[in-house]
Nanobody, 129 residues
Framework: VQLQAYGGGLVQAGGSLRLSCVAS????????MGWFRQAPGKEREFVAA????????LYADSVKGRFTISRDNAKNTVYLQMNSLKPEDAAVYYC???????????????????????WGQGTLVTVSS
């Protein structure tokens, strides 16, 4: 699976952005997907995840209620809608795909970096205050 993330940019605090991640390969529809971010000098952190069916989602507490993850399996694309952006949301955002761990089912979601098998190149989000 190859992942291409795009949609980052410069936005004012309180604004919105939508990130997209397009996947190539036949395993997208059976892969759980996630978004992570990494700010300068910080470790990569979990943002949101969605099961392969789209029926289950998981969010970091810091983005809950502001960000929404979704996917369109027909388009091999996962999205991250980011609203009410804050300066602390500024980071490089990465999408990732997981082929599953343990009993991988339609509701499986993952929040740990090592649960993911493929990573995109990242897209930069800058939030001005």
């Amino acid at each position: 699976v190859q992942l291409q993330a795009y949609g980052g940019g410069l936005v004012q605090a309180g604004g919105s952005l939508r990130l997209s991640c397009v996947a190539s390969g036949r395993t997208f529809s059976s892969s759980a997907m996630g978004w992570f971010r990494q700010a300068p000098g910080k470790e990569r952190e979990f943002v949101a995840a969605i099961s392969w069916s789209g029926g289950s989602t998981l969010y970091a507490d810091s983005v809950k209620g502001r960000f929404t993850i979704s996917r369109d399996n027909a388009k091999n694309t996962v999205y991250l809608q980011m609203n009410s952006l804050k300066p602390e949301d500024a980071a490089v955002y990465y999408c990732a795909a997981s082929l599953g761990r343990g009993t991988h089912h339609s509701g499986s979601v993952y929040s740990r970096t090592y649960d993911y098998d493929y990573w995109g190149q990242g897209t930069l989000v800058t939030v001005s205050s």
